[in-house]
């Protein structure tokens, strides 16, 4: 079982430039897709939709924030920077353009459209979905925006078991009060099943052993950031008998490097 989990930066890259995240999504061949920070646009690309039909796959997505995805440009060059805002129930969550260079940011004097959609967590896979559902993990008070846990019980030819898609808090958010949430809903699950979890937890392996006792890690690969990675905060951790074929991190063009990993079971 090949699972892999991609934070697609809504298409962009860390400069704000348009990437071909959608052509890197289908070479990584998964068979379980977890992807952050997915867009899906009201009146333009939905790299939902398109994914589940060029991968044939099932699936599921939960919307976090309604988004805007600027274009400028200057001189007649068009540019696709990053989000330009998320906003959740209580307005302005951030606005990514803080990052860029002043070059960068000199660019935006010209706007030359917003595209409106929504910004979230989805969760593909190949094999049959028997359940599946959305945990809330609430709103942290610095953030404006919702998190949420992806619960889907899948069917492998007979074998049963659980994957959790996550796009964690930063820990400097005070995400601790997620991971509890998240080990009791695990604890909920049916007991004789695994279950794996894998995504974007924005926290580093040493203390994610910490936050999630009794989970062992899969692959060991930095993911961030994309260019010259020196963390890993993507993750693939299990429960249950599978054990690792392995594993990489490759840049697909967004912000973070996607992590593919390799499963066997366990005799």
Request: charged share 25%; hydrophobic share 40%; net charge positive.
């Amino acid at each position: 079982m090949r699972v892999a989990t991609f934070n697609l930066h809504a298409g962009v890259d860390g400069w704000g430039r348009p990437t071909r995240v959608l052509e890197h999504v289908i070479s990584l061949d998964a068979d379980v897709l977890v992807l952050p920070e997915l867009w899906r646009g009201d009146d333009g690309i939905d790299f939902y939709v398109e994914l589940k039909e060029r991968l044939a796959m099932d699936g599921t997505f939960a919307p976090l924030a309604s988004a805007q995805r600027v274009t400028s440009g200057r001189g007649g060059k068009s540019w696709q920077p990053l989000i330009a805002h998320v906003t959740g129930e209580h307005g302005l969550y951030f606005d990514e353009h803080r990052s860029l260079t002043r070059s960068q940011r000199s660019r935006r004097s010209t706007i030359e459209g917003i595209e409106h959609g929504q910004w979230g967590l989805a969760l593909l896979t190949r094999y049959a979905i028997d359940e599946v559902w959305v945990e809330s993990l609430g709103r942290l008070p610095r953030e404006k925006v919702r998190r949420a846990l992806i619960v889907a019980r899948l069917n492998d030819h007979g074998r049963s078991f659980y994957v959790l898609a996550i796009h964690g808090a930063h820990l400097s958010h005070g995400s601790y009060r997620q991971y509890r949430r998240i080990n009791a809903i695990a604890a909920a699950l049916q007991p004789e099943l695994p279950v794996l979890i894998a995504g974007d937890f924005n926290c580093w392996r040493p203390l994610l052993r910490c936050l999630l006792p009794g989970w062992r890690s899969m692959v060991r690969a930095r993911t961030w950031p994309a260019r010259f990675p020196h963390s890993q905060i993507d993750h693939v951790m299990v429960r249950g008998p599978w054990h690792p074929l392995g594993g990489t991190a490759s840049d697909g063009g967004s912000d973070h490097r996607a992590l593919v990993c390799d499963l066997g079971w366990d005799q």
